[in-house]
């Protein structure tokens, strides 16, 4: 089977869901190929695009809920989306590669792919076999402007979410959101430590604002630090990702029981080895955490799909939220000591999530075609 899957930069969990399908179609035997779309037209073009939205979610997240919430409210109108418009641009170029490349199916773990190949559709031009990835816990603006073939969904109960958007409930298929099979490693915390040079007998709270460092994680880890400088028996390692800034801010601090990681391939790995893994609740992260299974505080979230991540999350006891001041940092201990209720966010998760959603998708997409 020849597959294209169809991913954009706009946060890094629609690139990892991507990827996950990418390995797992690779293991399966078949071949898979990922691309951005907009880098057909021009690679600037696609560069811009995403760095627009990592600026406006990373600096003024109030503005991005703004924005979401604009959209939210564009869907109510009796006619497409300027996001759909905005798509025309991309129809020549997309028809010319499916034209030139062979493909059985596209899979596409953001909107805007799916909005491209739909206006394609519509002129008539046959295209492969289209799946829609959800990457959120929640049926996000402009999804229901699609047509495809399929539409993979995080879980059962969001069916409904989906279908009064207008969404054909048999084309609904609630798979999960993939993730890579590293996830899945059957490792004990115990194990995780040890390989990653970690002390037996401390506490570790793990610290992450998702690929871009974004959302109030900057004041999330400051206030962290500053709560737990004195506590030698606690150590924090803060993921900053691409945010640089808060990178080397944390780094000049020097302070003992603080590590700041730029960049780690590791972080399933982190995940299992901590006692605590504080992070802003995006779709594809907080997926991440659950099938490793770590007890989970979110945080800071960015208004728009992240609020109904969360919501989902503890609606379903898979994790906590609390937003993050030095007067509450108390409140993380609280979690950790709570052994009952750490055991009940793993459990859930483990009930909730499904961990085996990249290969139920393959299996989904060799279906289909």
């Known amino acids: 089977m020849e597959a294209l899957i169809l991913s954009c930069g706009t ?3 629609h690139n990892s869901a991507g990827r996950a399908i990418l390995e797992e179609m690779t293991n399966r035997g078949h071949h898979a190929t990922m691309i951005n779309p907009y880098t057909l037209k021009s690679t600037r073009i696609a560069n811009g695009i995403d760095k627009s939205y990592l600026l406006l979610a990373k600096k003024s997240p109030r503005a991005f809920g703004t924005v979401y919430k604009l959209g939210d409210m564009y869907r109510k109108l009796p006619f497409r989306s300027p996001v759909y418009f905005f798509n025309k641009a991309m129809y020549f170029e997309l028809e010319n590669y499916l ?7 596209v899979l596409m773990p953001h909107v805007f792919p799916a909005e491209i190949l739909t206006g394609i559709k519509k002129k008539g031009i046959k295209v492969p076999k289209m799946i829609f990835l959800a990457t959120d816990y929640v049926c996000i603006p402009f999804t229901e402007e699609t047509d495809c073939d399929a539409y993979v969904i995080p879980a059962p109960d969001l ?3 989906f279908a009064r958007r207008g969404i054909d409930k ?3 298929y609630p798979l999960g959101i993939p993730t890579a099979a590293k996830f ?8 995780a430590r040890a390989s990653l040079g970690l002390s037996s007998d401390k506490t570790y709270i793990l610290i992450s604002g998702g690929s871009m460092g974004g959302g109030k994680i900057s004041k999330i880890a400051e206030a962290l630090a500053n709560g737990f400088k004195e506590r030698e028996d606690v150590e924090l390692i803060v993921i900053t990702a691409s945010n640089t800034e808060l990178f080397e801010k944390l780094s000049r601090r020097n302070q003992k029981n603080l590590t700041p990681l730029s960049y780690t391939e590791e972080i399933d790995t982190y995940m299992r080895a901590c006692d605590l893994f504080v992070t802003k609740p995006g779709g594809l992260s907080s997926t991440e955490a659950a099938v490793c299974g770590v007890p989970l505080l979110h945080t800071g979230a960015i208004p728009g799909c992240e609020t109904y991540n969360a919501e989902y999350f503890v609606s379903h006891k898979m994790s906590k939220f609390s937003e993050i001041t030095e007067e509450n940092v108390s409140f993380l201990e609280d979690i950790i000591n709570d052994r009952e209720l750490c055991h009940d966010m793993v459990r859930n998760q483990k009930l909730y999530i499904n961990n085996k959603a990249a290969s139920d998708i393959c299996a989904l997409a060799e279906s289909i075609v």
Do not use: M
């Open 11 to 13: 946060g890094g969990g």
């Open 159 to 161: 069916a409904s979410d």
């Open 99 to 105: 034209a030139n490349n062979h493909f059985d199916v």
């Open 170 to 172: 048999s084309k609904l």
């Open 184 to 191: 899945q490693k059957k490792e004990s915390k115990k194990e």
